[in-house]
């Protein structure tokens, strides 16, 4: 197993570097100019300075090289000076953004928090209700409780995010005014009463994004328990004497779960890369909503980073599936 | 030991799973009838007292030893499930069980073999374990759902002989379910036949190949081909399909492969007929017989 993950984790890095080029080039193919938004009033022969400012002067294998490099040597030396507080880096430059000049890694260290708290949360709370709905439903195939799961699953999982967010802030905020329509980042949790102003503030937000992520996890648990609740060892299990229960939650559960697993670890990344249109509904500013802002400005380090990021996380959470598989399944191994 | 025998799609096993009410259900819907054993109706009793006789009294091996294991758990702590929650045996007890239970069924190396998964076993194997399984808690009944078809012959006849030579050593009664009659000819003490969900001959062994009454049970035995004189160019068959049940028959329901039908066989289902030396046979054909005898 173990040097399964090495191995993958080295044939990792070709892939990323492939896909790192490939958003590149794609944002350098994409039309716009970062000096688009700037006041007119600016002399054509300065906005070309400025734009040389940014770098952009400079062939695209060069530049694609510097962000390499800052990406992979002088970030990391940043981080490590702020843990031990060291010199490594020694003031070299930063992945910087476009709009806000600011170092691109600060603004996502910023943003972060939020998306975790929120997206991380609605990711969570639907795991939670998603697996006991899907076995309830599975075992009681077509009753009542199936019906409506699966009627719910099919609202939850085709009606889109904007309309159920909005739907809520309607009914919730503006007419019975229970939760805040808008999330409030500066609030600072330090006592009961701000502890609980976070949960009401979280709260439709993590409600919409949880029915989504529900219903799409307790369609996988159900459709696995069914495939597995009419094989053979079933029988073996009731013929041998087994309670019910332990027919259907160590059996059953145990073999349905492995592609299941698999799936919500797959799922992982998307968390990172945040709920684009639910951030922007309940204005939460977390990684989707800032990756929308830079599309929107031609912030392009920023653009690349992030996608770079959610890219290195997929890959990960790719081969993190694969290992829990090899240890779920002992039919699977790797070596 | 009881031979049951039938086509496929004669009912075996369903039968057999009803007994212990191991039928899916839905579809599955037991209606009538009584399954006696230690004098009570199984069919009667509540879910936990029958999970009780499940596995403890009445052991129950399967037709397809590649499925019927759990894959993600090891043989050793499928053995020893029946173990601890019908004899509340600890872990360790369990243990050494499981590996006597090994050993029993004739698998090499049993200590090490019970941390071993079903798919690093063979067919053959794994139907051993199955039958470690269902011996487990010393069963006084154990019903064999055809456990030797998925496998090739010289492992078939390797689990006949451990069957055989279990029976002796343990002294339990045994349901051996079939279709094959050579197999029944050699292990079984009494034969039932079965067509179309029901019973239609029953009988001793001896009895039934000497004297078979219905004409299901002398077709089938006409289609055992003989390794003695000349070549035959094909085999024998029974002409035409099993019937599909969809509700309670009617009337015979070999009558249409039959090759002696009588009018009342279209209008009437028949009973079972006592012809003597503890033979049964649903066929009016025996009645005609039985009133004849006593006439």
Avoid at chain 1, 19 to 36: C, K, S
Avoid at chain 2, 48 to 55: A, D, F, Y
Avoid at chain 2, 227 to 242: C, F, K, S, W, Y
Avoid at chain 2, 245 to 264: H, I, K, M, N, Y
């Amino acid at each position: 197993m173990l040097t399964y993950t090495i191995r993958r984790l080295i044939l990792a890095i070709p892939t990323l570097l492939f896909i790192a080029l490939v958003i590149f080039l794609l944002l350098e193919l994409a039309p716009g100019d970062p000096m688009a938004e700037m006041p007119l009033t600016i002399p054509p022969e300065v906005k070309e300075r400025m734009r040389e400012a940014l770098g952009l002067g400079q062939p695209w294998y060069i530049r694609f090289y510097l962000w390499l490099y800052q990406f992979f040597v002088v970030e990391p030396q940043y981080w490590i000076d702020a843990l031990f507080g060291t010199n490594l880096a020694d003031g070299a430059q930063r992945i910087i953004s476009f709009q806000s000049r600011s170092p691109v890694f600060d603004t996502i260290a910023e943003r972060i928090p939020q998306t975790l708290w929120v997206v991380g949360m609605s990711y969570v709370v639907g795991v939670i209700i998603a697996l006991p709905i899907g076995i309830i439903s599975a075992y009681r195939q077509y009753s009542w409780f199936d019906n409506l799961g699966t009627f719910i699953s099919m609202v939850g999982f085709s009606v889109p995010t904007f309309f159920t967010g909005v739907l809520l802030i309607v009914i919730f905020s503006v007419n019975l005014g229970w939760f805040p329509s808008i999330y409030d980042t500066t609030l600072v949790v330090n006592d009961w009463s701000s502890f609980l102003m976070q949960l009401r503030q979280m709260a439709m937000p993590v409600f919409v994004l949880a029915l989504y992520n529900a219903a799409q996890i307790s369609r996988f648990m159900r459709a696995s328990m069914l495939d597995n609740l009419g094989q053979d060892y079933v029988r073996t299990a009731r013929a041998k004497g087994m309670r019910e229960r332990v027919v259907v939650l160590k059996h059953v559960l145990r073999n349905s779960l492995i592609p299941v697993v698999t799936v919500i670890a797959l799922g992982v990344p998307q968390v990172f890369g945040g709920a684009i249109i639910t951030e922007q509904v309940f204005k939460v500013n977390g990684l989707g909503q800032l990756l929308i802002i830079a599309i929107h400005g031609n912030d392009v380090p920023m653009i690349l980073t992030l996608t770079f990021i959610f890219a290195v996380l997929i890959v990960i959470f790719n081969l993190i599936a694969d290992v829990l598989y090899g240890f779920l399944d002992p039919r699977i191994r790797y070596d | 030991m009881l031979g049951v025998v039938g086509e496929s799609g004669s009912g075996k096993s369903v039968t057999m799973m009803s007994l212990l009410g191991l039928l899916p259900s839905p579809p599955a819907d037991v209606h009538s009838g009584t399954v006696t054993f230690d004098g009570k109706d199984l069919l009667k009793v509540d879910p936990e007292t029958l999970r009780t006789i499940r596995g403890r009294k009445i052991g129950f091996i399967f037709q397809d030893p590649m499925t019927s294991l759990n894959p993600v758990f090891n043989v050793g702590y499928q053995i020893m499930e029946p173990l601890r929650v019908h004899m509340g045996m600890d872990k360790k007890a369990a243990e050494a069980r499981a590996q006597e239970l090994l050993e029993l069924v004739g698998i090499p190396d049993a200590k090490r073999r019970l941390k071993d998964y079903p798919h690093q076993f063979s067919g053959g194997m794994r139907q051993r374990v199955m039958i470690a399984i269902a011996l487990a808690c010393d069963p006084q009944v154990l019903i064999a759902d055809e456990p030797t078809t998925a496998l090739d012959v010289t492992i078939q006849a390797q689990i006949l002989e451990l069957m055989k030579d279990l029976r002796q050593k343990l002294g339990m009664a045994v349901i051996w379910i079939t279709h094959d009659l050579g197999v029944i000819a050699g292990i079984a003490d009494r034969v039932m036949v079965m067509y179309g969900g029901q019973i239609v001959e029953h009988a001793p062994v001896k009895e039934l190949f000497r004297n078979p009454k219905h004409p299901y049970t002398k077709a089938l035995l006409k289609t055992v081909p003989s390794v003695r004189g000349a070549r035959v160019r094909r085999l024998t068959t029974i002409e035409g399909q099993p019937p599909i049940l969809g509700a309670q028959p009617t009337s015979c329901p070999f009558r249409d492969r039959c090759s002696e039908p009588l009018t009342v066989c279209a209008s009437k289902n028949p009973p079972r007929y006592e012809v003597g030396n503890g033979h049964d046979v649903a066929c009016f054909h025996a009645d005609a017989l039985e009133t004849a005898h006593a006439g």
